[in-house]
């Protein structure tokens, strides 16, 4: 009976929306997102797609923060650039788990998440240092999140944190290995050139002496 039930409830929540998830499920997919996706670009956007999916949100980003200040924008149904406006409001939540709009006072900073129709920030922070900001819109059901929903987001990012720097890492070290193998094959290329070059000097000189001697 009560796996006929689940079942039934898993029906009528796609059907109608409700936002239920399964956590121990929705876990299970964002760890195996990270071990199998070794690249930062991929890895994100199907993290991206899980939290939308399984939270049944209308859009979706995670905001990844660069050491260099290059911060990446991975949207799915958000605007595809980080608006400039935004900014600051985005570095600026560094210390709160979380921030809710609709737990904001009215005021700049509430406004503006809701004009980009954002209704959550969640920080994605190792021990000792931000990664990122995962951002959410509006549930299909209109639902608002939950005090449970809230605390197992937060747990989520704290999971995605060490996953996304492995996945800089390897994108970085990759796109390193790329840059160095053009510079290699370059060198190799101008090596190839003056050589032939030198060669052909070699044999105008070689042919030039012939005919001295000849003459």
């Known amino acids: 009976f009560d796996v006929i039930r689940r079942r039934f409830e898993e029906v009528t929540d796609k059907i109608f929306f409700r936002g239920r998830y399964h956590p121990q499920d929705v876990l299970a997919q964002v760890t195996r997102a990270m071990v199998e996706e070794l690249g930062l670009p ?21 905001f990844v923060f660069d050491e260099n200040e290059k911060d990446v924008w991975f949207s799915r149904g958000f605007i ?21 709009t609709d737990e904001l006072p009215d005021g700049k900073d509430r406004e503006l998440l809701v004009s980009y129709g954002i209704s959550a920030m969640f920080l994605i922070r190792t021990t000792s240092n931000p990664v ?84």
């Open 132 to 215: 990122g900001l995962l951002l959410v819109g509006s549930r299909k059901s209109q639902v608002p999140l939950m005090t449970e929903d809230i605390e197992f987001l937060d747990l989520l990012a704290g999971e995605m944190a060490i996953g996304i720097l492995n996945a800089r890492s390897y994108t970085k070290i990759t796109q390193f290995n790329a840059e160095l193998e053009e510079r290699v094959l370059e060198r190799t290329t101008e090596l190839k050139e003056a050589q032939e070059h030198e060669l052909i000097k070699a044999q105008e000189l070689m042919k030039l002496k012939d005919e001295f001697v000849f003459l």
């Open 80 to 100: 595809e650039k980080v608006p400039e406006e935004l900014l600051p409001l985005l570095r600026g939540n560094l210390l709160a788990p979380h921030m809710i």
């Open 42 to 62: 991929l890895m994100i956007m199907r993290l991206v797609r899980i939290i939308e999916n399984e939270f049944r949100f209308e859009q979706a980003s995670l």
